[in-house]
Protein backbone atom coordinates (compact mmCIF):
# COMPACT_ATOMS: atom_id res chain seq x y z
CA UNK A 1 0.00 0.00 0.00
CA UNK A 2 1.05 3.94 -0.63
CA UNK A 3 1.28 6.27 2.46
CA UNK A 4 -1.73 7.75 1.32
CA UNK A 5 -3.50 4.40 1.50
CA UNK A 6 -2.01 3.42 4.84
CA UNK A 7 -3.41 6.36 6.24
CA UNK A 8 -6.96 5.81 4.93
CA UNK A 9 -6.93 2.30 6.76
CA UNK A 10 -5.70 3.85 9.66
CA UNK A 11 -8.36 6.95 9.46
CA UNK A 12 -10.92 4.30 9.17
CA UNK A 13 -9.82 1.93 11.88
CA UNK A 14 -9.96 4.81 14.67
CA UNK A 15 -13.52 5.38 13.15
CA UNK A 16 -15.14 2.16 12.29
CA UNK A 17 -12.63 -0.51 13.79
CA UNK A 18 -13.75 -4.51 12.99
CA UNK A 19 -15.70 -5.32 15.84
CA UNK A 20 -18.12 -2.20 14.60
CA UNK A 21 -18.12 -3.34 11.23
CA UNK A 22 -18.57 -7.33 12.31
CA UNK A 23 -21.94 -5.80 14.19
CA UNK A 24 -23.02 -3.91 11.68
CA UNK A 25 -23.21 -6.29 9.08
CA UNK A 26 -25.00 -8.81 11.39
CA UNK A 27 -27.59 -6.08 12.11
CA UNK A 28 -28.31 -5.84 7.93
CA UNK A 29 -28.79 -9.87 8.43
CA UNK A 30 -31.31 -8.91 10.49
CA UNK A 31 -32.94 -6.63 8.71
CA UNK A 32 -32.53 -8.07 5.46
CA UNK A 33 -34.45 -11.02 6.74
CA UNK A 34 -36.95 -8.84 8.00
CA UNK A 35 -37.49 -6.92 5.04
CA UNK A 36 -37.75 -10.68 2.99
CA UNK A 37 -40.47 -11.78 4.93
CA UNK A 38 -42.41 -8.39 4.30
CA UNK A 39 -41.31 -8.21 0.75
CA UNK A 40 -42.69 -11.94 -0.11
CA UNK A 41 -46.01 -11.34 1.82
CA UNK A 42 -46.58 -8.19 0.03
CA UNK A 43 -46.13 -10.05 -3.35
CA UNK A 44 -48.85 -12.56 -1.93
CA UNK A 45 -46.43 -15.51 -1.31
CA UNK A 46 -47.32 -16.83 1.42
CA UNK A 47 -43.81 -17.60 3.44
CA UNK A 48 -45.40 -18.58 6.68
CA UNK A 49 -46.22 -22.08 4.45
CA UNK A 50 -43.90 -22.22 2.46
CA UNK A 51 -40.50 -21.93 4.97
CA UNK A 52 -42.68 -24.05 7.47
CA UNK A 53 -43.38 -21.25 9.94
CA UNK A 54 -46.55 -22.37 11.24
CA UNK A 55 -46.37 -23.99 14.81
CA UNK A 56 -49.30 -25.87 13.75
CA UNK A 57 -47.32 -28.61 11.69
CA UNK A 58 -44.35 -29.17 14.19
CA UNK A 59 -43.92 -26.58 17.20
CA UNK A 60 -40.22 -27.88 17.64
CA UNK A 61 -38.98 -27.54 14.21
CA UNK A 62 -40.26 -23.94 13.36
CA UNK A 63 -37.75 -21.63 12.17
CA UNK A 64 -39.29 -18.05 13.46
CA UNK A 65 -42.29 -18.08 15.29
CA UNK A 66 -43.99 -17.41 18.74
CA UNK A 67 -45.97 -19.85 21.15
CA UNK A 68 -48.94 -20.12 18.83
CA UNK A 69 -49.45 -19.99 15.27
CA UNK A 70 -49.21 -16.55 13.48
CA UNK A 71 -49.22 -14.96 10.09
CA UNK A 72 -46.10 -13.13 8.00
CA UNK A 73 -47.29 -9.72 9.64
CA UNK A 74 -47.00 -10.77 13.16
CA UNK A 75 -43.05 -12.63 12.65
CA UNK A 76 -41.70 -9.99 9.99
CA UNK A 77 -42.76 -6.98 12.63
CA UNK A 78 -41.26 -9.19 15.52
CA UNK A 79 -38.21 -9.22 13.77
CA UNK A 80 -38.13 -5.65 12.61
CA UNK A 81 -38.07 -4.47 16.09
CA UNK A 82 -35.19 -6.73 17.37
CA UNK A 83 -33.57 -5.11 14.42
CA UNK A 84 -34.35 -1.45 15.60
CA UNK A 85 -33.65 -2.55 19.31
CA UNK A 86 -30.27 -4.16 18.13
CA UNK A 87 -29.39 -1.53 15.57
CA UNK A 88 -30.25 1.26 17.95
CA UNK A 89 -27.91 -0.59 20.87
CA UNK A 90 -24.97 -0.65 18.77
CA UNK A 91 -25.16 2.87 17.49
CA UNK A 92 -25.23 4.21 20.74
CA UNK A 93 -22.05 1.59 21.70
CA UNK A 94 -20.33 3.52 18.27
CA UNK A 95 -20.81 6.37 19.49
CA UNK A 96 -19.65 6.44 22.87
CA UNK A 97 -16.69 4.53 21.51
CA UNK A 98 -16.25 7.99 19.41
CA UNK A 99 -16.64 10.47 21.94
CA UNK A 100 -14.12 8.82 24.34
CA UNK A 101 -11.20 7.88 21.78
CA UNK A 102 -11.76 11.25 20.09
CA UNK A 103 -9.43 10.27 16.75
CA UNK A 104 -6.63 9.33 18.83
CA UNK A 105 -4.72 6.65 17.89
CA UNK A 106 -3.06 6.07 21.74
CA UNK A 107 -6.72 6.13 22.55
CA UNK A 108 -8.44 3.12 20.37
CA UNK A 109 -7.05 0.39 21.96
CA UNK A 110 -7.32 1.81 25.81
CA UNK A 111 -11.06 1.82 25.19
CA UNK A 112 -11.06 -1.25 23.18
CA UNK A 113 -13.15 -2.84 25.83
CA UNK A 114 -16.35 -0.82 24.32
CA UNK A 115 -17.17 -2.79 21.12
CA UNK A 116 -15.76 -5.82 23.06
CA UNK A 117 -18.92 -5.69 26.21
CA UNK A 118 -21.40 -4.24 23.24
CA UNK A 119 -21.04 -7.61 21.42
CA UNK A 120 -20.79 -9.32 24.86
CA UNK A 121 -24.39 -7.96 25.79
CA UNK A 122 -25.66 -9.40 22.38
CA UNK A 123 -24.59 -12.10 23.05
CA UNK A 124 -25.78 -12.69 26.22
CA UNK A 125 -29.20 -11.45 25.33
CA UNK A 126 -29.49 -14.25 22.52
CA UNK A 127 -28.84 -16.58 25.25
CA UNK A 128 -30.70 -15.19 27.97
CA UNK A 129 -32.88 -17.76 29.83
CA UNK A 130 -35.37 -15.14 30.73
CA UNK A 131 -38.62 -14.46 28.83
CA UNK A 132 -37.63 -10.76 27.91
CA UNK A 133 -36.53 -9.65 24.80
CA UNK A 134 -38.58 -11.78 21.90
CA UNK A 135 -37.38 -15.05 23.75
CA UNK A 136 -39.59 -17.15 21.42
CA UNK A 137 -37.73 -15.27 18.21
CA UNK A 138 -34.27 -15.87 20.00
CA UNK A 139 -35.13 -19.53 20.82
CA UNK A 140 -35.95 -20.82 17.55
CA UNK A 141 -32.79 -18.73 15.97
CA UNK A 142 -30.84 -20.97 18.40
CA UNK A 143 -33.09 -23.64 17.69
CA UNK A 144 -32.03 -23.29 13.75
CA UNK A 145 -28.61 -23.08 14.40
CA UNK A 146 -28.39 -26.39 16.51
CA UNK A 147 -30.34 -28.22 14.04
CA UNK A 148 -27.98 -27.02 11.14
CA UNK A 149 -24.82 -27.52 13.57
CA UNK A 150 -26.15 -30.70 15.24
CA UNK A 151 -28.87 -32.23 13.16
CA UNK A 152 -30.33 -35.21 14.98
CA UNK A 153 -29.79 -38.78 13.92
CA UNK A 154 -33.55 -39.62 14.23
CA UNK A 155 -34.73 -36.74 12.05
CA UNK A 156 -32.91 -37.42 8.69
CA UNK A 157 -34.92 -34.49 7.12
CA UNK A 158 -33.89 -31.19 6.37
CA UNK A 159 -36.25 -28.41 6.16
CA UNK A 160 -36.95 -25.85 4.03
CA UNK A 161 -36.32 -23.28 6.52
CA UNK A 162 -32.78 -24.43 7.59
CA UNK A 163 -31.94 -24.67 4.14
CA UNK A 164 -32.46 -21.09 3.36
CA UNK A 165 -31.04 -20.53 6.74
CA UNK A 166 -27.71 -22.05 6.09
CA UNK A 167 -27.40 -20.64 2.72
CA UNK A 168 -27.74 -17.33 4.20
CA UNK A 169 -25.08 -18.20 6.72
CA UNK A 170 -22.80 -18.91 3.89
CA UNK A 171 -22.64 -15.29 2.65
CA UNK A 172 -21.36 -14.41 5.92
CA UNK A 173 -18.98 -16.86 6.00
CA UNK A 174 -16.02 -13.84 5.83
CA UNK A 175 -17.80 -12.08 8.77
CA UNK A 176 -17.74 -15.61 10.88
CA UNK A 177 -13.66 -15.19 10.03
CA UNK A 178 -13.59 -11.57 11.20
CA UNK A 179 -14.75 -12.22 14.35
CA UNK A 180 -12.01 -14.69 15.04
CA UNK A 181 -9.72 -11.26 14.37
CA UNK A 182 -12.13 -9.47 16.55
CA UNK A 183 -10.88 -11.85 19.38
CA UNK A 184 -7.47 -11.61 19.00
CA UNK A 185 -7.44 -7.79 18.49
CA UNK A 186 -9.36 -7.15 21.82
CA UNK A 187 -6.98 -10.01 23.83
CA UNK A 188 -3.70 -8.84 25.31
CA UNK A 189 -1.39 -7.42 22.77
CA UNK A 190 -3.78 -7.23 19.77
CA UNK A 191 -4.56 -3.91 18.42
CA UNK A 192 -7.87 -2.44 16.79
CA UNK A 193 -5.78 -0.56 14.37
CA UNK A 194 -3.94 -3.70 12.44
CA UNK A 195 -5.05 -6.80 11.52
CA UNK A 196 -3.54 -9.45 14.06
CA UNK A 197 -0.80 -11.72 12.59
CA UNK A 198 -0.90 -15.53 12.91
CA UNK A 199 1.71 -18.27 13.43
CA UNK A 200 1.72 -21.74 13.20
CA UNK A 201 -1.52 -23.85 13.29
CA UNK A 202 -3.39 -20.79 13.89
CA UNK A 203 -2.93 -19.45 10.42
CA UNK A 204 -5.58 -21.87 9.45
CA UNK A 205 -7.87 -21.37 12.05
CA UNK A 206 -9.54 -18.37 9.76
CA UNK A 207 -10.37 -20.18 6.54
CA UNK A 208 -11.53 -23.05 9.10
CA UNK A 209 -13.94 -21.06 10.22
CA UNK A 210 -14.97 -19.60 7.19
CA UNK A 211 -15.58 -22.47 5.57
CA UNK A 212 -17.65 -24.11 8.54
CA UNK A 213 -20.92 -22.85 6.74
CA UNK A 214 -20.21 -24.54 3.60
CA UNK A 215 -19.67 -27.59 5.70
CA UNK A 216 -22.65 -27.26 7.34
CA UNK A 217 -24.57 -26.85 4.00
CA UNK A 218 -22.78 -29.49 2.11
CA UNK A 219 -23.91 -32.11 5.28
CA UNK A 220 -27.41 -30.88 4.57
CA UNK A 221 -27.05 -31.96 0.47
CA UNK A 222 -25.92 -35.32 2.20
CA UNK A 223 -28.84 -35.90 4.40
CA UNK A 224 -30.96 -34.81 1.94
CA UNK A 225 -29.70 -37.48 -0.70
CA UNK A 226 -29.65 -40.16 1.99
CA UNK A 227 -33.29 -39.51 3.18
CA UNK A 228 -34.47 -39.45 -0.32
CA UNK A 229 -36.82 -41.73 -1.68
CA UNK A 230 -35.88 -41.83 -5.45
CA UNK A 231 -33.09 -41.85 -7.18
CA UNK A 232 -31.86 -38.37 -8.16
CA UNK A 233 -28.65 -37.22 -7.86
CA UNK A 234 -28.97 -33.58 -7.37
CA UNK A 235 -28.41 -33.30 -3.21
CA UNK A 236 -25.65 -34.49 -4.58
CA UNK A 237 -24.67 -32.10 -7.02
CA UNK A 238 -25.32 -29.40 -4.84
CA UNK A 239 -23.25 -30.44 -2.09
CA UNK A 240 -20.51 -30.61 -5.19
CA UNK A 241 -21.10 -26.75 -5.88
CA UNK A 242 -20.64 -26.32 -2.03
CA UNK A 243 -17.35 -28.69 -2.19
CA UNK A 244 -15.40 -26.04 -4.52
CA UNK A 245 -15.77 -23.20 -1.76
CA UNK A 246 -12.88 -25.87 0.26
CA UNK A 247 -10.45 -25.30 -2.12
CA UNK A 248 -10.88 -21.76 -3.14
CA UNK A 249 -10.82 -21.10 1.17
CA UNK A 250 -7.53 -22.94 1.67
CA UNK A 251 -5.60 -22.61 -1.10
CA UNK A 252 -6.04 -18.48 -0.38
CA UNK A 253 -4.87 -18.83 3.01
CA UNK A 254 -1.69 -21.46 1.51
CA UNK A 255 -1.22 -18.16 -0.87
CA UNK A 256 -0.94 -15.84 2.25
CA UNK A 257 1.19 -18.16 4.28
CA UNK A 258 3.76 -17.95 1.06
CA UNK A 259 3.40 -14.26 1.22
CA UNK A 260 4.04 -13.91 4.75
CA UNK A 261 7.11 -16.33 4.83
CA UNK A 262 8.96 -14.18 1.75
CA UNK A 263 8.43 -10.88 3.54
CA UNK A 264 10.07 -12.47 6.70
CA UNK A 265 12.55 -13.64 4.47
CA UNK A 266 13.44 -10.89 1.61
CA UNK A 267 11.60 -7.84 3.04
CA UNK A 268 8.83 -5.88 1.93
CA UNK A 269 9.81 -5.68 -1.70
CA UNK A 270 8.03 -8.69 -1.78
CA UNK A 271 4.88 -7.49 -1.49
CA UNK A 272 4.77 -5.62 -4.65
CA UNK A 273 6.50 -8.31 -6.76
CA UNK A 274 4.91 -10.29 -9.17
CA UNK A 275 5.19 -13.89 -7.94
CA UNK A 276 1.80 -14.86 -8.02
CA UNK A 277 0.80 -14.91 -11.46
CA UNK A 278 4.17 -17.40 -11.45
CA UNK A 279 3.70 -19.59 -8.22
CA UNK A 280 1.29 -23.17 -8.83
CA UNK A 281 -0.55 -22.05 -5.75
CA UNK A 282 -1.79 -18.55 -7.32
CA UNK A 283 -2.74 -21.14 -10.88
CA UNK A 284 -4.38 -23.67 -8.44
CA UNK A 285 -6.46 -20.77 -6.56
CA UNK A 286 -7.53 -19.21 -9.96
CA UNK A 287 -9.07 -22.27 -10.87
CA UNK A 288 -10.91 -23.04 -8.17
CA UNK A 289 -12.18 -19.69 -7.85
CA UNK A 290 -13.37 -20.18 -11.67
CA UNK A 291 -14.95 -23.35 -11.01
CA UNK A 292 -16.93 -21.84 -7.07
CA UNK A 293 -17.75 -19.33 -9.03
CA UNK A 294 -19.48 -20.45 -12.49
CA UNK A 295 -20.73 -23.43 -10.72
CA UNK A 296 -22.78 -21.61 -7.91
CA UNK A 297 -23.86 -18.83 -10.61
CA UNK A 298 -24.89 -22.09 -13.21
CA UNK A 299 -27.10 -23.46 -9.89
CA UNK A 300 -28.26 -20.25 -8.52
CA UNK A 301 -29.81 -19.66 -11.65
CA UNK A 302 -31.25 -23.24 -12.86
CA UNK A 303 -31.89 -24.66 -10.07
CA UNK A 304 -32.48 -22.42 -6.97
CA UNK A 305 -34.51 -19.95 -9.10
CA UNK A 306 -35.52 -22.37 -11.90
CA UNK A 307 -34.78 -20.59 -14.66
CA UNK A 308 -33.98 -22.20 -17.96
CA UNK A 309 -31.28 -20.00 -19.63
CA UNK A 310 -28.68 -22.38 -18.52
CA UNK A 311 -30.46 -25.47 -19.19
CA UNK A 312 -29.47 -27.51 -21.89
CA UNK A 313 -31.86 -27.62 -24.48
CA UNK A 314 -32.66 -31.53 -24.19
CA UNK A 315 -34.07 -30.75 -20.56
CA UNK A 316 -35.76 -27.66 -21.36
CA UNK A 317 -39.23 -27.21 -21.68
CA UNK A 318 -41.08 -27.47 -25.01
CA UNK A 319 -41.70 -24.33 -26.65
CA UNK A 320 -44.52 -26.15 -29.04
CA UNK A 321 -46.36 -27.65 -25.91
CA UNK A 322 -49.15 -25.58 -24.72
CA UNK A 323 -49.00 -24.20 -21.27
CA UNK A 324 -51.60 -25.92 -18.79
CA UNK A 325 -53.39 -23.27 -16.88
CA UNK A 326 -52.48 -23.74 -13.18
CA UNK A 327 -54.53 -21.32 -10.08
CA UNK A 328 -52.03 -21.41 -7.61
CA UNK A 329 -53.36 -22.61 -4.52
CA UNK A 330 -55.02 -20.12 -2.05
CA UNK A 331 -52.89 -21.32 1.07
CA UNK A 332 -54.09 -18.65 3.37
CA UNK A 333 -57.68 -20.58 3.61
CA UNK A 334 -56.54 -23.67 2.65
CA UNK A 335 -58.24 -24.64 -0.77
CA UNK A 336 -56.44 -25.98 -3.73
CA UNK A 337 -58.07 -24.90 -7.35
CA UNK A 338 -56.90 -26.36 -10.59
CA UNK A 339 -58.23 -25.65 -13.37
CA UNK A 340 -57.08 -28.34 -15.99
CA UNK A 341 -58.55 -25.81 -19.27
CA UNK A 342 -55.94 -25.74 -21.81
CA UNK A 343 -55.47 -22.10 -23.13
CA UNK A 344 -55.49 -21.50 -27.46
CA UNK A 345 -52.65 -21.71 -29.21
CA UNK A 346 -52.66 -17.67 -29.06
CA UNK A 347 -52.41 -17.50 -24.82
CA UNK A 348 -49.02 -19.25 -25.22
CA UNK A 349 -46.20 -16.53 -24.08
CA UNK A 350 -43.13 -17.51 -22.99
CA UNK A 351 -39.84 -15.58 -22.35
CA UNK A 352 -36.70 -17.17 -23.80
CA UNK A 353 -34.25 -18.17 -20.58
CA UNK A 354 -36.97 -18.19 -17.63
CA UNK A 355 -40.19 -20.04 -17.09
CA UNK A 356 -43.46 -19.90 -18.02
CA UNK A 357 -44.60 -19.13 -13.94
CA UNK A 358 -43.07 -15.90 -13.42
CA UNK A 359 -44.89 -13.80 -9.81
CA UNK A 360 -42.67 -11.32 -10.14
CA UNK A 361 -42.50 -7.89 -12.73
CA UNK A 362 -40.70 -9.43 -15.57
CA UNK A 363 -37.80 -7.17 -15.48
CA UNK A 364 -36.54 -8.56 -12.00
CA UNK A 365 -35.49 -11.77 -13.83
CA UNK A 366 -32.99 -10.66 -16.24
CA UNK A 367 -31.39 -7.63 -13.43
CA UNK A 368 -31.21 -10.34 -10.83
CA UNK A 369 -29.22 -12.64 -13.28
CA UNK A 370 -27.10 -9.92 -14.15
CA UNK A 371 -25.97 -8.86 -10.68
CA UNK A 372 -25.61 -12.50 -9.08
CA UNK A 373 -23.39 -13.54 -11.60
CA UNK A 374 -21.60 -10.38 -11.21
CA UNK A 375 -21.32 -10.31 -7.32
CA UNK A 376 -20.64 -14.19 -6.87
CA UNK A 377 -17.12 -13.51 -8.68
CA UNK A 378 -17.12 -10.65 -6.74
CA UNK A 379 -17.57 -12.71 -3.66
CA UNK A 380 -14.76 -15.59 -4.89
CA UNK A 381 -12.30 -13.06 -4.27
CA UNK A 382 -13.65 -11.71 -1.39
CA UNK A 383 -13.20 -15.44 0.23
CA UNK A 384 -9.99 -15.13 -0.54
CA UNK A 385 -7.73 -13.80 2.60
CA UNK A 386 -4.67 -13.64 0.51
CA UNK A 387 -6.26 -10.15 -1.30
CA UNK A 388 -7.01 -9.01 1.69
CA UNK A 389 -3.36 -7.53 1.81
CA UNK A 390 -3.32 -5.48 -1.27
CA UNK A 391 -7.16 -4.32 -1.43
CA UNK A 392 -7.79 -2.93 2.14
CA UNK A 393 -10.70 -3.30 4.84
CA UNK A 394 -12.87 -0.61 3.20
CA UNK A 395 -13.00 -2.33 -0.49
CA UNK A 396 -13.60 -5.63 2.00
CA UNK A 397 -16.49 -3.92 3.86
CA UNK A 398 -18.16 -3.03 0.85
CA UNK A 399 -18.07 -6.56 -0.61
CA UNK A 400 -19.44 -7.81 2.29
CA UNK A 401 -22.39 -5.87 2.02
CA UNK A 402 -22.29 -6.57 -1.19
CA UNK A 403 -22.63 -10.21 -1.16
CA UNK A 404 -25.66 -9.49 2.10
CA UNK A 405 -27.63 -7.71 -0.81
CA UNK A 406 -27.23 -10.67 -3.04
CA UNK A 407 -28.50 -13.21 -0.40
CA UNK A 408 -30.79 -10.76 0.29
CA UNK A 409 -31.83 -10.57 -3.21
CA UNK A 410 -31.42 -14.49 -3.69
CA UNK A 411 -34.30 -15.08 -1.27
CA UNK A 412 -36.98 -13.59 -3.28
CA UNK A 413 -36.75 -16.00 -5.97
CA UNK A 414 -36.02 -19.12 -4.19
CA UNK A 415 -38.87 -18.86 -2.19
CA UNK A 416 -40.73 -17.85 -4.87
CA UNK A 417 -39.52 -20.76 -6.65
CA UNK A 418 -39.93 -23.27 -4.01
CA UNK A 419 -43.73 -21.67 -3.58
CA UNK A 420 -44.67 -22.43 -7.03
CA UNK A 421 -43.44 -26.20 -6.63
CA UNK A 422 -45.43 -26.38 -3.49
CA UNK A 423 -48.15 -24.53 -5.04
CA UNK A 424 -48.46 -27.78 -7.76
CA UNK A 425 -47.91 -30.43 -5.01
CA UNK A 426 -50.96 -29.31 -3.39
CA UNK A 427 -53.01 -29.12 -7.15
CA UNK A 428 -52.10 -32.99 -6.73
CA UNK A 429 -49.51 -32.42 -9.73
CA UNK A 430 -45.65 -33.38 -9.98
CA UNK A 431 -43.31 -30.87 -8.63
CA UNK A 432 -41.83 -28.60 -11.23
CA UNK A 433 -38.19 -29.63 -10.71
CA UNK A 434 -39.77 -33.82 -11.88
CA UNK A 435 -41.21 -32.70 -14.92
CA UNK A 436 -40.81 -30.83 -17.82
CA UNK A 437 -44.02 -29.93 -18.78
CA UNK A 438 -44.99 -26.86 -18.80
CA UNK A 439 -47.88 -24.54 -17.36
CA UNK A 440 -48.58 -21.11 -16.27
CA UNK A 441 -50.33 -19.20 -13.32
CA UNK A 442 -53.49 -16.92 -13.52
CA UNK A 443 -55.21 -15.40 -10.95
CA UNK A 444 -58.32 -17.26 -9.35
CA UNK A 445 -61.64 -17.23 -12.26
CA UNK A 446 -64.66 -16.26 -9.82
CA UNK A 447 -66.21 -19.50 -10.40
CA UNK A 448 -63.39 -21.17 -8.58
CA UNK A 449 -62.95 -18.42 -6.21
CA UNK A 450 -66.72 -19.19 -4.54
CA UNK A 451 -65.88 -23.03 -5.20
CA UNK A 452 -63.14 -22.20 -2.51
Known sequence: MTDAEVDIEINYALTFPLPYRVLVLAGLGILGWATNLHGLDILGIDVVSTLDLDLRKNAGDSFSSAKTSRNAADIYRAVYRIAIVYGSWCF???????????????LVDVFGYIPAVSALVVLFVLVCPFDVLYKSERDKFLSAIKRCTFPSSIDNSVYFADVVFADIFTSFAKVLGDVWLCLLMLVPGGSLLQPPTSHGLLRWVTPTIMSFPYFVRF????????????????PLYNALKYATAFPLIYLSAAQRIVVSDLIDEKGDGVKNSTWHGEHPL????LLSAAINSLYSFWWDVTNDWGLELLKPKSSRSSERS????LVLPRLHSGSALLSRDFGSESEEYRYYGLRSTLLYPLPVYPFLVFLNFFLRMTWSAKLSSHLHSTDGSVTIFLIEVAEIIRRWMWVFIRVEWEYIKKARERAGRPRLDESDEPYELTPPTPELESRA
Do not use: M, Y
Not at 219 to 232: K, T
Open 92 to 106: LSWILFRLVTRNDVL
Open 219 to 234: RQCIREWSSSDDDSRR
Open 282 to 285: FRLW
Open 322 to 325: LPRR
